[in-house]
């Protein structure tokens, strides 16, 4: 059943950098678990939900991502009528860079739409659910807009959206990036707010030069609008650092919560490449609670770990509790323990990088170590 509701996605986020690995590409564009992207599943949540139309609002670095997404196929969204819309940055003429006071593009995506709500979401989470219950609760409640919390307790630094309720529900303070919120309540990176309302919204924050366009943007309306917000029941992995981006991709090694992010009754999708299956070679030595994608190449010793398309993992090498993206070489003899390497990397034979829990060792892309 088609929702009356279209979709945006804040592919950026100035507020949140994971250093060398979203140097070449959006936070939206993210490699995660073994063979997806982050918005991959904000992206099937919403077709799932049975939104049809959708725009993806890039600012930098969307080179990645609009390779990813290509036409929307693997979402449905390759449609005659609504479908994957790219909303490309307005380019100052003088500075010849994206000039972030101007939402001209998303007020005309907006604008040529036909349905009535907006779910807007931001691409700093990965989680797997419905948007339907959101919307029909948004609608019946009347509110300006509805935001989606998850009591996951106190996140300390930025960037954290902390928010207190009235008895009726409704945000009646929102911290943004206080370093000890008293709120066990974070506000989750996914709104619903009419399609009137956002252009307004959207000509204010214009007409005042406000330079980001985000869902922290409009929730700081919460002394004027009123906004409901309901609790997400789902797991939900929250990404705004390295340190939490491999700590949720650890937690994917998890049976439990594996199984209820890739549910069967709400799939995620994600754009399809043709490779062989993983091989493990015979004497490889253990291979325990691994996530290995096809196209990977075992002959070493690989536990509590996520291997991307096309990895080698030579032999006599010992890999523990790390993520390598797609086509990283890993040499015989090497030691890798708590490590993220970026795609086309290579180790060099007998190498040893060891990090620390928390502090995991990050290695850029196409590099050689």
Not at 214 to 243: G, M, T, W
Not at 290 to 308: Q, T, W, Y
Request: net charge neutral; aromatic share 6%; charged share 20%.
């Amino acid at each position: 059943m088609i929702t009356d509701a279209m979709g945006l996605i804040l592919a950026d986020n100035r507020r949140i950098q994971l250093g060398a690995l979203t140097r070449p590409r959006a936070i939206a564009a993210m490699p995660f678990a073994g063979r997806f992207r982050i918005i991959d599943f904000t992206l099937s949540n919403m077709v799932n939900s049975g939104i049809k139309r959708v725009g993806v609002v890039a600012l930098t670095k969307y080179k990645s991502l609009m390779d990813h997404m290509g036409t929307g196929a693997p979402w449905d969204l390759d449609r005659m009528r609504q479908g994957l819309y790219m909303i490309p940055p307005y380019i100052n003429p003088i500075t010849r860079e994206p000039d972030r006071t101007d939402a001209q593009s998303v007020i005309d995506y907006v604008e040529t739409g036909d349905q009535k709500y907006v779910v807007i979401s931001s691409s700093d989470f990965v989680t797997n659910t419905s948007y339907k219950p959101l919307i029909n609760a948004h609608i019946e409640s009347r509110a300006d807009m509805t935001v989606l919390y998850h009591e996951d307790g106190p996140i300390e630094g930025p960037p954290s959206m902390a928010i207190e309720l009235d008895e009726g529900g409704c945000v009646r303070d929102l911290m943004v990036d206080f370093p000890r919120p008293a709120s066990q309540k974070n506000a989750v990176g996914l709104i619903v707010i009419s399609r009137d309302l956002l252009l307004q919204l959207l000509a204010e924050m214009m007409a005042r030069g406000i330079a980001d366009f985000s869902i922290v943007a409009i929730l700081q309306n919460y002394k004027r609008l009123r906004i409901h917000a309901i609790e997400l029941e789902a797991p939900l992995l929250r990404i705004h650092s390295v340190a939490s981006y491999f700590d949720a991709s650890m937690k994917v090694l998890d049976r439990d919560i594996r199984h209820m992010l890739f549910s069967v009754d709400r799939p995620i999708y994600t754009k399809a490449k043709n490779r062989a299956p993983c091989i493990v070679a015979p004497g490889s030595g253990i291979v325990k609670n691994v996530l290995a994608s096809d196209g990977c190449a075992i002959m070493g010793h690989v536990e509590n770990s996520i291997l991307f398309r096309g990895c080698v993992i030579g032999r006599g090498a010992r890999v523990t509790n790390s993520v390598l993206f797609q086509d990283v070489q890993i040499s015989d003899g090497v030691v890798l323990d708590h490590v993220i390497i970026d795609k086309n990397s290579v180790v060099k034979m007998d190498g040893r990088l060891l990090g620390q829990p928390g502090f995991p060792i990050v290695i850029e892309k196409n590099a050689i170590v």
